[in-house]
């Protein structure tokens, strides 16, 4: 199993940032990528970002491109979302995932078997 624990949610006010953290912990996955997945009442859980461990490549959800950034630090087994020029409509819970994500899968949760607890991101003035 793997453990995924998400941090640095909050409140901001429209224009400001965030950067949110995924710890992951546990059994020790051989490839794959982990990716960010946001959620908001009423809608489909939204993909926003993701990394494959092998190569970093990185992927993008059009609204937030040039906006977020998904980074990671292999010492702290921990990917990063750099949040930059928030608006109120990135407003959800916000969850990381973990996974194989083969070819034609990184951006869909089906990619991801495992997954944080989502931590919340408002924007709002």
């Known amino acids: 199993q793997v453990q995924l624990v998400e941090s640095g949610g909050g409140l901001v006010q429209p224009g400001g940032s965030l950067r949110l953290s995924c710890t992951a912990s546990g059994r020790t996955l051989s490839d794959g990528a982990t990716g960010w997945f946001r959620e908001t009442p009423g809608k489909e859980r939204e993909f926003v970002a993701a990394r494959r461990w092998s190569g970093g490549n990185t992927y993008y959800a059009d609204s937030v491109k040039g906006r977020l950034t998904i980074s990671r630090d292999n010492a702290k087994n921990t990917v990063y979302l750099q949040m930059n020029s928030l608006k109120p409509e990135d407003t959800a819970v916000y969850f990381c995932?973990?996974?194989?994500?083969?070819?034609?899968?990184?951006?869909?949760?089906?990619?991801?078997?495992?997954w944080g607890q989502g931590t919340q991101v408002t924007v709002s003035s």
């Open positions: 995932a973990a996974g194989r994500a083969i070819i034609g899968t990184i951006r869909t949760s089906s990619g991801y078997n495992y």
